[in-house]
Each structure stands twice: as C-alpha cells, then as structure tokens.
C-alpha cells in the first residue's frame, strides 16, 4: 500500500488540505495519506478558511471538520514513501529526524518543479524497475524525481520552493497559499498514477 505524508507547522492549514485533496484525488489507488505539524497545538481543528478551501475543491466540508492535528515524530517517518513539506524549513525538520529519508522527502512546489521535466514514460519506467509492488514503485518514482536536484534549473527565488503559511493571515492570502499548493498536487497527483500504471 503507497503511503504518503504531507507536513507543515501547525497541521492545520496548509498539510491537512494537501493531505485531503491527495486523499480524494488518489482515491481509487486507495493510499494512505496522512499528515503532521512540526509545532503547534495537538489535535486541533483545521481552519475555518482552509475547511472552506477544501470544500471548494472538492472535499466535502464534513470531512474536513474531522481533522486534527499531530506533532511530527520521527516514527512517523519511517513508512512513507513519498513525504511531502509545505516549505524549506519543514524539509530540513524531517531531515535532521530522519536523514535517511532525503530521496523520499521535498517540499510539494520542489516535488512539482524537479518532476515538471520528467515524461510519463520515464516514470513509468523507473517505477517498473521496482517490480509489482505499488510502494516501491512510488519510491522508485520518487527516487527519480530526487536524481533531478541539481539538474533541473532552481528557482527564480528558493521561496518559490515554498508554500506560504496563510494562519493568521487574510482570505486572499489562504487563496493565494491554495494557488501555490494546487498546481503542486497535480504533478504529484501525475507521477503517483504514473509510478503506478
């Protein structure tokens, strides 16, 4: 079973809305994805405008309301197959818990950016090398889109590489954060049913 986790400060904005468009999204590949916060408080609720948010690109606003955050544990880091940061800093929390997992761990707009090269049939081909087993080929997949650092051009600037934190922040600003956020989960979304097809 492909697992993916996807991590942010408070695990109520930006990490649960990843974590709940990839879940509805994949749905018919049934992963596991889950996300975590690096502080923050412990099972809270999401945000009114991240709940508002994922209703409107599809998630059902009752589903939503049943998240609640988690801390971050380096347990939490051993399983999944592709980890997904909402920025820089969140990245650099997960490698100093989990080293060994820096092929498997990008931020989503780092993940989208170093993927946007790769064809279909490059994925596939990668995934394939990994056999039947539908974890492995996502890591595969993955391993893939890592070998692209320091080949593929960088950012214009290395925020470009983030999603920004809307807490606290005006509804433009929960907007503007979704319109960084969605076009990274499409390339995610992309190589995933590739790595699987």
Known sequence: MVEILTVCTGNICRSPLA?????????????TVSSAGTRGLARAPMTPES???ADQLGVPA????????RFLTEHMLKSPDLILAMSRNHRRVIA????????S??????????AADLSDAEIIEAATTAGTDAASRVRAAAALVATRR??????????DDDVTDPFGHSWQ??????NQLVPALDEVERVVRAALA
């Open 150 to 159: 320091g080949i593929a051009p960088p950012p214009k600037s290395q925020t």
């Open 105 to 114: 761990t990008f931020t989503v707009r780092e993940f989208a950016r170093l």
């Open 19 to 31: 974590e709940l468009l990839l879940r509805t999204r994949l749905m018919d590949l049934h992963p």
């Open 96 to 103: 100093e818990l989990a080293p060994t997992r820096l092929r």
């Open 62 to 69: 009752d589903i939503a309301t049943q998240h609640r955050s």
């Open 51 to 53: 709940v508002s948010l």
């Open 173 to 178: 600003t929960y907007v503007s954060s979704a």
